[in-house]
């Protein structure tokens, strides 16, 4: 029996955070729900449009479509060109709205898109450091660490969001390429991006942020963000 496809949301009201939401059916309608009007799967959100998007699945492949919205519909930062779908890979972030809506794409099995739910668990990542007070600003781009505001370029925002979401875990180089420039992967799904351009972006990160993010060079292979200098320096 082949696995349902889903989405883990990430941010998207009235969902909790992680909740799982089936593709059940071989198409469905994402947008904002109404007293006239309830999608397939429905947000409460001014900035998403009625119809705002399409997933539609075949043979185990699912595509997404935009439908015009006004606000767009992105993946992984890659803002999609209306009525033109866009193939979904496992681990794809679907974002409306400059990212007042943000959900994970997973066609794995349940315990595998579990274990997606919980590596997309951001708070819950920074809890267990013991910090309350740090969030991420996907409209303004911006982290904030109590009092201290940190603001990023969309590639240096990008690079920050998928560091934190795996706070103190390996993330190789060509993940980082992936997800920060999407819009130069090849066809084949390698990156395009160099090394050289993935170190410049994080020598931009750290001189921004200072001592408030540790982030380890790991033998040129990969980098991995930890949260205990952030305890240190605001606890």
């Known amino acids: 029996m082949n696995p349902i496809p889903c989405l883990v949301v990430v941010r998207g ?11 059940k059916q071989p198409n469905a309608i994402l947008g904002r729900r109404d007293a006239e009007w309830n999608p397939d799967i429905g947000f409460d959100n001014a ?39 866009a193939v979904l890979r496992a681990s794809d972030i679907v974002t409306f709205s400059k990212g007042t809506v943000c959900l994970a794409f997973s066609d794995r099995g349940w315990e595998e898109t579990m274990e997606l739910e919980l590596e997309l ?4 990542s920074i809890s267990s450091a013991d910090l309350a007070d740090v969030a991420l600003d996907p409209i303004r781009q911006v982290l904030t660490v109590r009092d201290s505001t940190f603001p990023f370029t969309d590639k240096e925002f990008k690079c920050v969001e998928l560091l934190l979401r ?57 980098f ?8 240190e320096k605001f606890v």
């Not at 991995?224 to 305890?231: F, R, T």
């Open 47 to 85: 900035y998403v449009s009625r119809k705002h998007a399409e997933i539609a699945c075949e043979n185990g492949i699912c595509k997404l479509t935009d439908f015009g919205s006004k606000h767009g519909t992105e993946v992984n930062g890659l803002r999609l060109t209306p009525f033109q779908p």
């Open 13 to 23: 009201y009235p969902y909790d955070e992680g909740a799982v939401l089936t593709l």
């Open 121 to 124: 668990g951001l708070e819950a």
């Open 166 to 222: 795996r706070e103190r875990r390996f993330v190789a180089k060509e993940e980082i390429a992936r997800y920060v420039w999407p819009e130069r992967t090849g066809e084949d799904g390698s990156p395009a991006a160099g090394a050289e351009e993935i170190n410049s972006l994080l020598y931009r990160i750290r001189k921004k942020t200072g001592p408030v993010l540790a982030i380890e060079n790991i033998r040129g292979k990969g």
């Open 224 to 231: 991995v963000l930890s949260l205990s200098s952030l305890a």
